[in-house]
């Protein structure tokens, strides 16, 4: 078992422990649930992608939970291999020759690589914030690296691992896909791109996102797709004519009440279209249709003829396989985008096939002949015979056959199942667990009242009362009554799959901050942020009284002493100005800012949203001193 | 002999070898450096004429003048910025980008900070473009424009006279202070009077470089960022006057400095009184009386290399060798083309030009190979390089 391995079933262990010895669950058991088989704590395979290699004899499997690359025959499945790589991968790419695979570990910064013949890591290469995907050039001089924290795409000398520059993608950028001829990368992103401005009352605009593209010869952006009203936007797919591409993403509707899932659906689960089979405007349609929805499309492949075109659906637990003509047929005779027509996708969609729990990568034989699933929590692959559309096979990885609590909790939390016709699920706004850069209007109110900015999820455990009013007093209440009312629109949870549900969420830690050292030395700015941030008197000298300092309400490692305050956010339409002190845990990763996302940057909370300094004696403060306040923060 | 002077010889000794020379070749780009001349051929004076035949070697353009009445943005042009094909102007009313023979324009409806754009960077690395504005800076990558100001950022001005793009780092310079934005971290960093030698914090210019970094600042003189230290240097006019220069030669020839360009490890400093050039030990000033410089008030410089820069005057745009001048202007009197010649000998003769930039009033500069693009206060003009042996022939 790797270091990482050990390292994690510890933590697993810890953490398990620790949720059932205090807290509001204690005294509570880890005894079996509706799906929980067992409480021990359990490492998982979770396979999040899937590659051939290029003869097409072997089977890569990238293992997010295990930190592994699994490697199968491609003909009988049978394991030949387990390659460790470093923590929480979450994409990798061959090199053009196949001699090389690289591996993207998302928590480590780094990319493995390992040698294809001798199925070992030769290298480790440090690498940006986040690493997520990672594709070659054709010609073996570049590795393109997304980096889901700073935003952008490294590139990366192929045989040293040096980078050369970073070129500027969406927020969160996380997939590429390359076209057929490798002179292209699309790049998406999973949050939505901040807004110019605020987005209070009055000024709440469709969220925007993009799809990068890279021309990978001159390493250099050479487009970028608009992708309108979309936020969280997943794999691409280019056909091997290079004239069809498509993309998984979700269209979320944030600008009205969440509470009309129950009258049309909250989020639309979508493609956009793009290339010269479309037109020249991209062209967005529905997966959904009415009570079968297709909640979180994720990963997406077009078969080699371009006859299909299949979309695994993290929340619906399942696949759409897609007639490419007949799609064609129906957008040019649209025109335009149609994702409100819930009744479009029955002149395209041909099958709806069901796999494992939330499947996330797809990837086709090079023959086309077959299409495999990577089952996330699983861990299983599911094989789709693309000739019939049906579930050919189901293969199962090595690992642990009981479902521990934490498992099923994540399943929970990832599946639409629960809500109203199986709309959405938890992991619709908190993508990959997180939150998804969205202000939303939440409950049966009317229109515009009470807006509400998602908050990060990691790190949340022990943080009660819960919700930006406090209303909640703990996360069963959060997560139970109210997310089944408000969110859900039904009220389909048990017992144990709540309390599983919680549990995993309270297993969810905070992950590393790239903004601290190394060494946990602060560097001179984010020392001279410390001072401001607990300092008791201002820049003439006068006493700061103890609520009106930074210190006071941000307390404690997690940055929240948990009451509630106003800090003269409150808007005509909210029903109180009084707000939970949020955590500054990760604070520089969760934009929008304040509780209503007024501030889509940090400065914006104090430049803008502070005019009588009741969020904190800030207005004395000089530029130099509000830049290194923020670098403090940032570090939190 | 200094090293400034050695390497003003040697693009003499290149410019006389040109003049002399029966092949017309195509022009040298203007942007590229100038080829190392052999030492035999340093000390030839092939001139016969009044004006040496290097100074009637200098290069001479066809200009083609773009206004609002043929797309441009807006005619008042505040900068000018060349990506291989592509032509971006800064503006009084937009951001201008030239490409495939159409414009389009970028405004604060595209998210652009302000309509008026002051200065202009190229990342030549990824290819985006940086535009300081009179409210803010704005990035713009294949099309998305991302913005920065006072309230949302670490900027610590909106008013962004001069940006600069080193490395992985955005040198700007604003109306208060100096900033560093690093684009891997996204920390920003603040250099003003609080942490630099910096009297007034009316930044007005920055060049980068791996080196150096030097910021121009009306008021306080020339300033120098070491990138290894880390410490900054100023330099400023040795004889402290404003409005006459007791110490030619001596140190930095005004306080008010308007632009700075830093290439070959030559800085070259424009002021509202003069211009000078620094190699590190020595320093040169330029000043009308004595150069061929057409008026002290000069907007912005930009140095080719070590011995070759433009500088964009009140009156008229300048290019000076080395050695030898040229200026490029309307006529003052007549607004005819015109263009001048000055040699090392003070000689002054006019060349037959048939078109000349769109204003005396020059704001910017940059190079497309041997071309030129000048920014002027009414319209962009597009110098084209013409074989300069033709343009002798043709000389009465």
Redesign the interface.
Known sequence: MSWGAQGRLLAVSLLVAAQFGAGPWAGKTARASAGATTSEPLVYASPVEILFSPDGGRLYVLCQQSGEVRVLDAATFKPMATVAVGNVPRGFALSPDGARLFVANSWDDSVSVIDTRSLQVTATWPVGAEPSALAADPAGKFLFVTNRISNDVAVLDAQTGTEEKRLAAGRGASYMTASADGSRLYVTHVYPILPAHGSALGNRTPPESEITVIDTARAVVADRIPLHSVAGVFHVAISADGRLGAVAELHPKNLVPLAHLEHGWAFEDTLTLFGADVGAQPIEIPLDELERYAARPFGIAITPDKSRLYVSNGGSEMVTAIDVSRLLRTVQARGQSFVEDLSASANYVVARIAVGHDPRGATLTPNGRRLFVANRLDDTISVIDTRTNRLAATIPLDGPKKISVLRYGEQTFYTARYSFQGQIGCANCHIDSTFDGLTWDLEPDGFGVDIVENKMLEGVKDLAPYKWNGANPNLPTECGPRTEKYFWRSESFDDLTLADLVLYIRSLQPRPNRWQSTDNQLSAAQERGKQIFERTQDNFGKPIPEENRCSYCHSGVQGTNRKLFDVGSKKPTDSSGLLKTPQLTNVALTAPYLHDGSAPTLEEIWTVNNPADKHGRTNDLTKNQLNDLIEYLRMR | MTEGTRMRGFALALAVTAAAGTILAQPAAIGQKSPAAPATVRAANASTAKVSAAARALPHFRFENFTTANGLPDNHVFAVLVDGDRIWAGTENGLGLYENGRWKTYTPKD?LAHRAVLSLALDK????VWAGTMAGLS?I????I??YT?????L?NDVVYGVSVEG?NVWVATA?GACRLD????????Y?E??TPMAEIWTYAVSAAPDKVYYGVWGSGLLEYDQKTGRWDKYDDPDGENEMVLFKDQGLIHEIVTSVSYVDKIVWAATYFGDSRYDGRYWHNFLTKDSGLPSNFTNFVKGVDANRAWFCTDKGLAYYDGANWAVYRPSLSTGKPEMTVRDAQGHVAAAPVTSAPAHNYILGIDFQGSDIWVATAKGLSHGIRQPSATQDRKEP
Not at chain 2, 141 to 144: E, H, I, Q
């Open positions: 998210g690395r990824t290819g985006d990035r990558s294949a099309g998305r991302d913005t006072q309230l949302n950022s670490g610590s992985e208060a684009l891997k971290t996204g920390q920003w960093s603040l003003n609080r942490n």
